[in-house]
């Protein structure tokens, strides 16, 4: 509905700036498609929740007139960027000693922009404002003149990592405990939370969790192509110390926990021998990594043409959920997850190039059963709607005590990964033109949502994204 | 001619931009048929022609690239704002391109000039006696632009946009999420 009646529509800035912008319209509060231009509906719709089927209109492209939308909800942000006045960098205190500085030390200066942007229930593209899920995540940066001049001196336009605390798969306990205190201190000291028994005690706990896990994906062998890089989990503390939600809903606090891949040697393999739960947990593991990391470059091959964007892809990034059994998959849109998996490519490493090395002390049915299928896991029971769908498109699922497990196939999800592809290089090309003098959009993360039918479609603003691409660029 | 891009440039019509192109490529067009005739030496002729023509033809591709990227910077569409409020409702906001992009520019300049003084304090400085200890690297700045949508009595939002600025002293940040 268009309401143009005495819109009225102000725009304050931090320090009171105020603008009056004329002409500002169509507030719509219940998200009903307006005549303005919308990706198609199989990009931000799953088949069960009412979308298209794959057979359908699953190839649809946005219109120009899409494209146009996007780029203009990038541009802005580059034309905002691209407006700053260049100022003097800010020099430390001339008392400091050099000889103290760190060596990657530069004065303090504006280093880049992160900007979120979302997809609505009706399929509208632009910036994201107030609360809801991003759908694509774009971070400009400042392009250095010269290699040596400081500040901007920034090599590559890396992947973003995150502030977090750091895991090793052999920290003890007591390590654990000794790296989270200073969290729970200045947690307490600045009243965020206020039960400090309770969250030190929680806090601990799925640091231990964490680490568990941490240490079972460091014997995860494969180093060569698409592997298992890192391991991430975003967890909300309430006031009372109690953790409110694991990924996509804010707390009062949020703590990053983030594991990446250790330096080992090929001749020192870990042998020690893993019992019970760890050994389930571990065997799914492995065939849930072997599959993604054969499953990517062969998607990626699937979208060699749809990729020309001069993005490349980076990361894959997956939710994961893990039930108490010991299955490990694609946490489910609906369920909890319980941590992203990263996976990375080395450079120079041909994208077809998947093959593992290192130890493989699994036996043949496990990786074979990984191979025929991709796990998904949802904590919660799953809808009867959807059940009968996957009934209908040939899903076997298990219903758990405490979860529900799909077995998608392997064929189906890697046709979904090569939807996600194209859309995340669609979002890229649109980007590509986004540089100015002393501005470079680096990178741009898009976050999907799929399907128990190994269908896939980007994350929309009130929905919950279980996994994401992250495309970079260049060098600065 | 370059003043006359900026400001094409900074003009939401496109298609001023491509009339003002037709009248420039028309007076050096004539300038040089005047250069023409008044010329005597059919090879001193033939150098100045080619110099205007290729002068000419030069003007013409930067004015294109030019009024290409006119158009690409030119904010003549709409920017959808798009959240979720309070009330967990999905609302989305249509605001003009270049009016959004004036604002987020005023509030990033707002934002960059206050921040910067405060990052010379010393309690931001790399502690001299402990340089193994934790020290301040990076500062993520949620930018604060508020802004309110409103129709009378009926209907009013809040805008608060979800983009930070990242300032650092370390040529390889860590960014936050």
């Known amino acids: 509905m268009r309401l143009n009646l005495n819109a009225m529509c102000t725009l304050t800035g931090v320090v009171g700036l105020s603008l009056s912008l004329s002409g500002c319209a169509n507030p719509f509060a219940n998200d009903t498609p307006r005549g303005g231009p919308t990706l198609p509906k199989s990009w931000y719709q799953l088949p069960e929740n009412g979308g298209p089927q794959r057979t359908d209109e699953r190839q649809s492209r946005p219109t120009e007139e899409m494209s146009e939308a996007v780029r203009t909800a990038f541009s802005v942000h580059t034309g905002a960027l691209a407006e700053l006045k260049e100022t003097p960098a800010v020099e430390l205190d001339s008392r400091f000693d050099l000889v103290l500085r760190p060596a990657n030390y530069t004065p303090w200066h504006l280093d880049g922009m992160i900007a979120?942007?979302?997809?609505?229930?009706?399929?509208?593209?632009?910036?994201?404002?107030?609360?809801?899920?991003?759908?694509?995540?774009?971070?400009?940066?400042?392009?250095?003149?010269?290699?040596?001049?400081?500040?901007?001196?920034?090599?590559?336009?890396?992947?973003?990592?995150?502030?977090?605390?750091?895991?090793?798969?052999?920290?003890?306990?007591?390590?654990?405990?000794?790296?989270?205190?200073?969290?729970?201190?200045?947690?307490?000291?600045?009243?965020t939370v206020r039960n400090e028994r309770a969250f030190r005690h929680n806090l601990n706990q799925q640091g231990k969790s964490f680490a568990r896990m941490a240490r079972l994906m460091n014997r995860v062998p494969g180093r060569g192509g698409?592997?298992?890089?890192?391991?991430?989990?975003?967890?909300?503390?309430?006031?009372q110390g109690q953790v409110s939600a694991t990924m996509g809903v804010g707390g009062s606090l949020t703590v990053y926990f983030r594991w990446e891949e250790e330096e080992r040697s090929p001749f020192l393999q870990n042998t020690e021998p893993l019992v019970g739960l760890d050994e389930v947990l571990y065997g799914n593991l492995l065939a849930f990594t072997r599959t993604m990391g054969s499953l990517i470059p062969e998607a990626l091959n699937d979208a060699r043409e749809i990729l020309r964007s001069g993005f490349e892809l980076r990361e894959f990034m997956v939710g994961v959920g893990v039930t108490v059994g010991g299955d490990i998959g694609v946490a489910s849109v609906e369920g909890s997850v319980d941590g992203k998996i990263i996976f990375r490519?080395?450079?120079?490493?041909?994208?077809?190039?998947?093959?593992?090395?290192?130890?493989?002390?699994?036996?043949?049915?496990?990786?074979?059963?990984?191979?025929?299928?991709?796990?998904?896991?949802?904590?919660?029971?799953?809808?009867?709607?959807?059940?009968?769908?996957?009934?209908?498109?040939?899903?076997?699922?298990?219903?758990?005590?405490?979860?529900?497990?799909?077995?998608?196939?392997?064929?189906?999800?890697?046709?979904?990964?090569?939807?996600?592809?194209?859309?995340?290089?669609?979002f890229a090309e649109q980007g590509r033109k986004e540089d100015t003098a002393s501005w470079k959009l680096t990178e741009l993360e898009t976050e999907f949502q799929a399907s128990i039918g190994g269908d896939v479609s980007v994350v929309t603003v009130n929905g919950r994204g279980n996994f994401a691409l992250n495309f970079g660029r260049g060098s600065l | 001619m370059f003043l006359l891009l900026v400001s094409l440039d900074l003009s939401p019509q496109v298609e001023t931009s491509f009339d003002g192109l037709a009248r420039l490529l028309w007076h050096?067009?004539?300038?040089?048929?005047?250069?023409?005739?008044?010329?005597?030496?059919?090879?001193?002729?033939?150098?100045?022609?080619?110099?205007?023509?290729?002068?000419?033809?030069?003007?013409?591709?930067?004015?294109?690239?030019?009024?290409?990227?006119?158009?690409?910077?030119?904010?003549?569409?709409?920017?959808?704002?798009?959240?979720?409020?309070?009330?967990?409702?999905?609302?989305?906001?249509?605001?003009?391109?270049?009016?959004?992009?004036?604002?987020?520019?005023?509030?990033?300049?707002?934002?960059?000039?206050?921040?910067?003084?405060?990052?010379?304090?010393?309690?931001?400085q790399i502690k001299e006696s402990s340089p193994k200890s934790w020290s301040l690297r990076t500062i993520g700045v949620g930018v604060g632009l508020k802004g309110e949508i409103g129709l009378g009595p009926i209907f009013s939002i809040s805008l608060s946009p979800r983009l930070r600025l990242i300032f650092t002293n370390s040529v390889d940040p860590i960014y936050p999420l």
């Open chain 1, 116 to 191: 979120n942007f979302a997809v609505s229930g009706g399929g509208l593209f632009g910036p994201l404002m107030l609360d809801g899920e991003a759908s694509v995540k774009a971070t400009w940066r400042r392009i250095s003149k010269q290699k040596s001049d400081r500040p901007g001196l920034a090599k590559s336009s890396v992947a973003k990592k995150p502030a977090a605390f750091k895991f090793r798969s052999k920290m003890t306990d007591q390590e654990i405990a000794k790296m989270l205190e200073p969290a729970v201190r200045s947690a307490v000291a600045t009243k």
């Open chain 1, 226 to 239: 698409w592997h298992l890089h890192g391991y991430e989990l975003k967890l909300a503390f309430n006031a």
């Open chain 1, 345 to 426: 490519t080395p450079k120079n490493v041909a994208a077809t190039d998947h093959g593992l090395i290192g130890e493989t002390s699994v036996t043949g049915q496990q990786l074979d059963r990984g191979d025929e299928f991709v796990t998904m896991v949802t904590s919660i029971a799953p809808s009867a709607q959807h059940l009968v769908y996957a009934k209908q498109i040939g899903t076997n699922f298990q219903l758990l005590a405490d979860a529900g497990v799909y077995r998608i196939a392997r064929s189906r999800f890697r046709s979904g990964m090569k939807d996600a592809l194209t859309m995340g290089a669609y």
């Open chain 2, 28 to 124: 050096g067009w004539v300038s040089m048929q005047l250069l023409d005739e008044r010329t005597v030496m059919n090879r001193f002729k033939f150098r100045m022609y080619k110099e205007g023509l290729l002068t000419l033809v030069l003007g013409a591709v930067i004015l294109s690239a030019m009024f290409v990227e006119a158009g690409d910077r030119s904010r003549t569409g709409k920017v959808t704002v798009i959240g979720i409020d309070a009330l967990g409702k999905v609302v989305g906001v249509d605001l003009p391109a270049d009016h959004y992009q004036q604002s987020l520019s005023a509030g990033l300049s707002a934002v960059n000039t206050s921040i910067r003084p405060a990052l010379n304090e010393k309690v931001l």
